[in-house]
């Protein structure tokens, strides 16, 4: 291409690109004129760096049409995509992205099919999941009853099996869910049933925003992230009056809901003959408002992804299955996130005003995005914590955190980690030089580092542990590509800590080269370990214990916790918390929560991570402002003890006061608190950029309320943006700081 208009041309590269097109970087260099005739695309050449993957694309709008157009050869067929849609990384084996080296390779295409893909002015060029009903993946019912279900008739029966208030198993995109109709009180019931015993919110899927806002508040920024091709769940406000069974989501301010992202979710939803997207009169014919979309797996176990697996392992939970042939080579969960953080959000030192969003799960739809760093780099493996698992690759300029694994504490979980990470090495072509791993000897994720004996160029591939609150902060310096010194603040449940406590309430001062703990929340036992995690009543003991000594037990009455769990239970506890072999010592930020909430009778059993938690951030009111007294121990590390906070709560809670108040109080004061300590860790180190992260700042009212106080004081704060702050972000810290040290020559601590 030579000439004048050359301007037009990269405008047109810059703004005329198709939907999915990704420009990573534009570079121009001047070049004598050689007398070019016309222009052309030729196909790549190998350029040494690495081939992008794309992530699943939710079905686009043109595919819906003709899916809902009567007179399409694609009408009702469950599996129509174009270039612009469609699977992608779930299906992928190896790059480059060619149909043969996908989960396709098994279809031959029909000849209508193939001129699409072979036309360049077709929407489906290159389209490599291309297929239609005569040539492509088919779905089937089993159900008993069914036997010759034909696979037109297979979605019809589905749906009149969910109206019945059936539970069905549905082959998804990433993995099976399991469905049922969400409004139908005794189906949820039974699912929660037989699904699992905990609390957790189960997923909705609803056919449009409207239907989402007969039960929530949407915000328009919530409104473009449920809609937005990558379809993420998104935490939603419930609203009040009428609603859903209380099981979908049972104590919780919020209910987690998604768009359906593939044809066959659009035709669970859409009755025969209707259009999509539907004419205000059809939007209420949809045969759900709401279905429960939960992932279909055994409580803790990765999702199940073949069909096999699934009549094996979902068979005593589902009445029947809707599955297809098409195979799931990498299975990838439901991406999780919530909109709700205040001001704007900067990466790399570009500030976007955006949809103040955050994930909670980075998953399906974003993975295996990468994510920039600064300046080219070596290969690295972070191998995340144990709770909320990832793993992140680097390779030359760029960070690549893998799909959400899940708790590794099974051996499924950890052939999961295994074989996604060997996929994503071999679609990168990633060969590390360094693993960076979770210092907790416990973690399974630490003993698979441990045991692997790779190599990288002959030589043995290095491994550094690194802490966990460490590395919590490093996954925010990644994303800002900061290398200098911060003041990290690390909040989260647990952690392990240098000392071999259980940390968790951390301000660090750290940088590439390492860290130093310059502050934290006082020690607390936490009495029977992990016990106490559970059954956070017991840690609310603990804290009486602390702070009121040997007036505990009164203290314990007066709250009504002997009253609840008996007087012998309160005593028991309250010595085991004075015994060192049975109480390890925490200084977690997410206990104190559990004890406050505990204490108020909000939730005293933990039958997910987080839960009592955020029971008790579900009661704040927005216009108190008072706070209760904490004391700041300012010694090096400061310390921040919630002794004389917890007998005030307790004086409230003789008075009667509001549960709703007495919460906000507390996270009023812990904000004080933080804000204060990083004020004297400033000072004391002149530094004044500030990190934070940790699962507990999945707390909005506490990760606006500090923020807003720090940057009033002329600080920088940042948080994450590309990852979420939870130990799903670990991963992303560990390599990072691995990766620098090794730029910059220094391997060591
Ligand atoms: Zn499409
Ligand atoms: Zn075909
Ligand atoms: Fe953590």
Redesign the pocket.
């Known amino acids: 291409m030579e000439g004048n208009n050359l301007g037009i041309f990269l405008e047109r590269v810059r703004t005329g690109s198709p939907p999915l097109a990704k420009i990573m970087s534009i570079d121009i260099s001047p070049e004598p004129c050689r007398g070019f005739s016309d222009f052309e695309i030729r196909e790549s050449t190998e350029t040494g760096s690495f081939t992008l993957v794309s992530p699943d694309i939710s079905?686009?709008d043109?595919?819906l049409a003709e899916m809902t157009d009567r007179n399409d050869r694609r009408y009702r067929y469950p599996f129509?995509?174009?270039?612009?849609?469609?699977p992608r990384f779930s299906i992928t084996r190896s790059v480059p992205y060619d149909r043969p080296h996908t989960t396709m390779s098994v279809f031959q295409m029909c000849s209508d099919c193939e001129a699409e893909y072979r036309d360049p002015g077709n929407?489906r060029f290159h389209a490599q999941p291309n297929a239609c009903s005569r040539c492509g993946p088919q779905v089937s019912l089993l159900a008993e009853g069914e036997p010759s279900c034909t696979a037109e008739d297979a979605v019809p029966k589905t749906i009149k099996l969910l109206k019945e208030g059936k539970i069905v198993a549905v082959k998804g995109l990433g993995g099976f869910h399991i469905a049922c109709d969400a409004a139908n009180k005794d189906a949820v019931e039974r699912l929660r049933e037989r699904k699992r015993k905990n609390n957790k919110p189960f997923a909705l899927m609803a056919p449009c925003i409207a239907s989402i806002r007969k039960f929530c508040h949407i915000s328009s920024e919530e409104e473009i992230l449920l809609a937005s091709p990558r379809r993420p769940i998104v935490l939603l406000r419930k609203r009040e009056g009428l609603s859903l069974p209380e099981m979908v989501s049972p104590a919780n301010r919020y209910l987690a809901f998604m768009l359906p992202y593939t044809p066959l979710h659009y035709l669970l939803f859409v009755r025969d003959g209707m259009s999509l997207p539907p004419s205000a009169e059809e939007e209420a014919e949809f045969h759900f408002d709401a279905l429960v979309m939960t992932s279909g797996n055994l409580s803790e176990e990765p999702v199940v992804i073949e069909n096999p697996e699934a009549l094996s392992k979902l068979g005593a939970m589902v009445d029947a299955f809707l599955v297809h042939d098409r195979d799931i080579f990498s299975r990838v969960d439901d991406s999780v996130v919530r909109v709700g953080r205040e001001g704007p959000r900067t990466i790399h030192g570009k500030t976007f005003e955006d949809a103040g969003f955050f994930f909670i799960r980075r998953s399906r739809g974003y993975v295996p995005d990468p994510i920039p760093l600064v300046g080219d780099g070596p290969d690295v493996l972070g191998c995340g914590a144990d709770v909320k698992n990832t793993f992140t690759l680097t390779k030359g300029g760029y960070a690549i955190p893998g799909q959400h694994i899940g708790d590794m504490e099974n051996y499924e979980t950890l052939r999961f980690f295994e074989e996604s990470l060997g996929n994503l090495m071999s679609v990168y072509r990633a060969h590390p030089e360094a693993v960076a791993f979770d210092l907790h000897p416990g973690y399974l994720s630490h003993q698979w580092a441990l045991r692997q004996e790779m190599t990288c160029c002959g030589r043995p591939v290095t491994k550094h542990g690194i802490q966990h609150h460490y590395a919590h902060v490093a996954s925010v310096m990644a994303e800002k590509g900061i290398t200098a010194k911060v003041i990290g603040v690390a909040f989260d449940g647990s952690g392990y800590g240098d000392d071999g406590t259980l940390w968790g309430g951390e301000f660090l001062v750290a940088d590439i080269t390492g860290f130093q703990r310059a502050g934290h929340i006082d020690y607390v036992p936490l009495p029977g370990g992990e016990m106490a995690i559970r059954e956070p009543w017991r840690t609310a003991l603990s804290y009486l214990r602390k702070a009121a000594g040997k007036e505990a037990y009164d203290c314990a009455r007066s709250a009504g916790l002997t009253d609840k769990f008996g007087k012998a239970a309160v005593e028991t506890i309250l010595n085991i918390a004075g015994q060192k072999s049975f109480s390890p010592l925490s200084s977690g930020a997410g206990r104190v929560f559990d004890a406050v909430s505990a204490l108020l009778g909000v939730c005293d059993r933990n039958t997910f991570e987080g839960e009592a938690a955020i029971a008790l951030e579900s009661l704040l009111l927005d216009r108190v402002r008072e706070e209760y007294p904490v004391n700041i121990v300012f010694s090096d590390p400061f310390r921040i003890d919630f002794s004389i906070t917890f007998l005030s709560i307790l004086e409230d809670i003789g008075k009667g006061e509001d549960k709703r108040v007495i919460s906000t109080k507390f996270h009023n004061s812990v904000i004080s608190s933080v804000t204060r300590v990083v004020l004297g860790v400033s000072r004391m180190h002149n530094v004044s950029t500030v990190v934070m992260s940790g699962g507990v700042f999945q707390n909005l009212y506490l990760l606006n309320g500090v923020t807003e106080f720090l940057r009033a004081q002329d600080l920088d704060v940042y948080t994450n943006d590309l990852v979420p702050c939870n130990d799903a972000g670990i991963s992303l810290g560990q390599a990072y700081i691995m990766r620098e040290r090794i730029k910059s020559g220094s391997r060591s601590e």
């Open positions: 079905v686009c043109d595919c129509i995509n174009c270039t612009n849609c469609g929407r």
